[in-house]
């Protein structure tokens, strides 16, 4: 693959990798609940989800998810409905100290929650069938140049993760009483239920 392409891909990936959303918030939230290493190890289920819609995306297949509107509409009720369930559940949770919250935490469960995210938004997939394709120069080998572009993408995924956990374990400070963090989780699940909503509703 030219240099000068993945130069080009780079910065143009890195905005998206970098668009608040739903998984982006989800890291920052569990680094303040849990700490940096939990957050950016619960990220790796969404490195999983994504691994999978980029080999999708490289053999062809994402374009049948892309003319299929059944399947379009059934992974967008269930990825939106898990948003809502999140953020219902985040509405109602009570703002425990760090300690205990720490003590409490459940690595297998955040993997599988940031994996259930990423892999419930069909608009990702999308990403990578319309983005990706954009630096693949079809008179070379196209398969190398979306394992480089899409293995790419994947690191640049976890310099983000690390980047929104980072800020949510500065956010520690500022929601260490419990009546802030009260209102953090509040506010979060009422962004996490608009994207629900806004996932929703929207067209393919």
């Keep these: 693959m030219e240099i000068w392409k993945l130069m080009l891909f780079i910065p143009a990936c890195f905005a998206l990798n970098m668009t608040p959303g739903p998984n982006n918030l989800l890291s920052m939230n569990n680094a303040r609940c849990y700490?940096?290493?939990v957050a950016f190890v619960a990220g790796l289920g969404r490195i999983l989800a994504f691994s999978g819609m980029i080999a999708l995306a490289?053999?062809?297949l994402a374009v049948v998810l892309y003319t299929s509107e059944t399947l379009f509409f059934l992974i967008k009720l269930f990825g939106a409905m898990y948003l809502l369930w999140i953020a219902f559940?985040?509405?109602?949770?009570?703002?425990?100290?760090v300690a205990d919250i720490e003590r409490n935490k459940?690595?297998?469960g955040l993997?599988?929650?940031?994996?259930?995210?990423?892999?419930?938004?069909?608009k990702a997939i999308l990403i990578f069938t319309a983005f990706l394709p954009q630096f693949v120069d079809v008179s070379a080998n196209v398969n190398t140049q979306f394992f480089v572009l899409g293995s790419t993408f994947l690191?640049?995924?976890m310099l983000a993760i690390s980047i929104y956990a980072a800020f949510g374990l500065y956010l520690r400070h500022w929601f260490s009483k419990p009546q802030m963090a009260k209102r953090f989780n509040k506010a979060c699940s009422v962004f996490l239920a608009l994207s629900g909503a806004n996932l929703l509703v929207s067209r393919q």
Aim: net charge neutral; no cysteine; aromatic share 16%.
């Design 106 to 108: 459940n690595w297998f």
């Design 35 to 37: 700490g940096f290493q």
């Design 155 to 157: 690191v640049l995924e």
């Design 89 to 97: 559940n985040l509405w109602r949770s009570q703002a425990s100290p």
């Design 58 to 60: 490289a053999s062809g």
């Design 111 to 122: 993997v599988k929650q940031e994996f259930a995210l990423a892999a419930g938004n069909p």
